[in-house]
């Protein structure tokens, strides 16, 4: 299993932007996906999942900026990020689950900063 997230950068507090995560190993379509983030001295915490079905959760402080979705052909994951805080300062994960073991990408970094 791997997972590739990319899309991370410097953006302005008001901004957008969008993470990537191209997967492979595994069957893509069938498998819930998720965006986690760790801002620094903080614990890692769930930004928002999507289901094979589509259905999707956010966590409180994303919803209404925040839209997950799946690429089923491309095997890819994203996260649109809109309307950007400095508190969404951190490092965005995606995630998955096989075979009953999480599996992690490596790391994105968004800095939200004037």
């Known amino acids: 299993v791997q997972l590739q997230a990319s899309g991370g950068g410097l953006v302005q507090p008001g901004g957008s932007l969008r993470l990537s995560c191209a997967a492979a190993?595994?069957?893509?379509?069938?498998?819930?996906l998720g965006w986690y983030r760790q801002a620094p001295g903080k614990q890692r915490e769930f930004v928002a999942n999507?289901?094979?079905?589509?259905?999707?959760a956010y966590a409180d402080s994303v919803k209404g900026r925040f839209t997950i979705s799946r690429d089923n052909v491309r095997n890819t994951l994203y996260l649109q990020m809109g309307n950007l805080k400095p508190e969404d300062t951190a490092v965005h994960y995606c995630?998955?689950?096989?075979?009953?073991?999480?599996?992690w990408g490596q790391g994105t970094l968004v800095t939200v900063s004037s």
């Open positions: 999507i289901t094979s079905g589509h259905s999707t």
């Open positions: 995630k998955t689950v096989y075979r009953y073991r999480n599996y």
């Open positions: 190993g595994f069957n893509f379509r069938l498998n819930t």
